[in-house]
């Protein structure tokens, strides 16, 4: 019955989530700034996914948090490569891992965040990003490791460019691992489906 309900939370916490960005991005209807050198990036953000083949199984993952991002070069290499590099750094106050034992509760910190602009394409501003940082939790992640893990991660997604704001959408693979802490070491792998809404802005 646990496990119901905790699937149940789940899916819940996705749809609302869907919902309020979808509403927001639509909100933003009209074509605005996007990622410029010397430019800032703000943006609220949360996702969900479940484990997947490599690691620990049957366990789900939601995480809401905070972006701050300075773009730091203006467009590079050719072609469909064309792009601007970003630095960005990532609070992440809300961390539920949902395993079959218990719900597991943390807050995260992404201290480096590597990502690619490409070049926008209309109200489009695609990029690929690798990031990683640390979580803290209040029950082992997974079952009987460690509390302490690192969080490795790679996404690819798009901005939807507003008059004002934006709203993005990305496929993200996360790795969840305690790096050898604990005596056990079995990492949880998960896909996650993660939206945002943020700005960009140049000073």
């Keep these: 019955m646990q496990k119901v309900i ?12 869907f919902s309020l960005v979808t509403a927001a991005g639509e909100a933003f209807a009209q074509e605005g700034a996007g990622p410029e050198e010397d430019g800032r990036e703000v943006q609220v953000w949360a996702g969900g996914g479940h484990s997947v083949p490599g690691g620990t199984k049957r366990t789900g993952v939601f995480d809401m948090g905070l972006r701050y991002g300075w773009v730091i070069t203006g467009q590079h290499l050719p072609g469909v490569l064309r792009g601007r590099f970003e630095y960005t750094v990532d609070a992440i106050p809300v961390y539920l891992i949902f395993q079959p034992a218990n719900t597991a509760y943390a807050v995260g910190f992404d201290p480096l965040g590597l990502k690619w602009n490409f070049e926008r394409r209309r109200r489009l501003s695609p990029y690929l990003e690798l990031s990683g940082g640390v979580l803290f939790s209040n029950h082992n992640v997974p079952t009987f490791t460690n509390k302490v893990n690192f969080s490795p991660s790679a996404a690819f997604g798009t901005h939807i460019l507003g008059e004002k704001y934006n709203w993005s959408v990305e496929l993200r693979y996360l790795h969840i691992s305690n790096a050898g802490l604990g005596n056990n070491n079995p990492g949880l792998n998960t896909v996650q489906v993660r939206l945002g809404v943020g700005r960009f802005w140049k000073k």
Aim: charged letters at 35%; a positive charge; proline letters at 0%.
């Design 6 to 17: 905790r699937r149940r939370d789940f899916w819940i916490l996705s749809f609302l989530l």
